[in-house]
């Protein structure tokens, strides 16, 4: 008998307490990034950073204008993959799956998304913060290790879902 699944069973799986922590953490920093750059706001120069070399270094200038824009990929970014979360059932999964292990791919799924999506907001978090800080000439880059650590950090936790995932039979 073939044990695969022609089509995905829809479950609706709660947040556990640990993601409903990691989403109240990652969108309280992201709002208290952009409360940072509200309160500044009036104080930032018309150019602030508009990019960052691999060092940490500003290698482009824009219009303060630019700094909104982070927040506007932030927010779009939370509720795309908060909606991904509630529908397990469309997420990529291996040949293997069927209805005896639908439910644990689902959950290591879900856990994995809510991860990345924080990890994600606390970034641009970050980056809000930072672009601010240049910009009024508190400090000169983002610093030398903020991309390798946070592709350390983003892979690490991919690598380890992936890993997870795998081990499901």
């Keep these: 008998m073939n044990n695969k699944l022609l089509y995905r069973p829809i479950l609706k799986l709660p947040k556990t307490k640990v ?18 750059l509200i309160v ?3 104080n930032i120069p018309e150019e602030v ?8 270094e500003v290698d482009r200038w824009g219009s303060k204008v630019e700094v909104i824009i982070l927040p506007i990929i932030g927010t779009f970014l939370f509720m795309l ?9 469309m997420h990529n999964y291996p040949k293997r ?30 980056l809000i913060v930072q672009i601010v800080r240049v910009s009024l000439g508190d400090i ?6 903020f991309l390798p650590v946070f592709l350390i950090i983003l892979f690490g936790v991919m690598i380890s879902g992936i890993y997870k995932q795998s081990k499901i039979k």
């Design 19 to 36: 993601e409903k922590i990691m989403d109240a953490m990652g969108l309280g920093i992201f709002l208290l990034a952009i409360l940072f």
């Design 40 to 42: 500044n706001w009036g």
């Design 49 to 56: 950073p508009g990019h960052f070399n691999a060092t940490g």
């Design 81 to 89: 993959m908060s909606a991904f979360e509630k529908a397990p059932h």
């Design 97 to 126: 799956i069927n209805e005896t292990n639908a439910y644990q791919f689902y959950t290591q799924s879900t856990r994995l998304l809510n991860v990345v999506k924080n990890l994600c907001l606390v970034m641009f978090a970050f």
């Design 140 to 145: 000169q880059s983002l610093g030398l290790l």
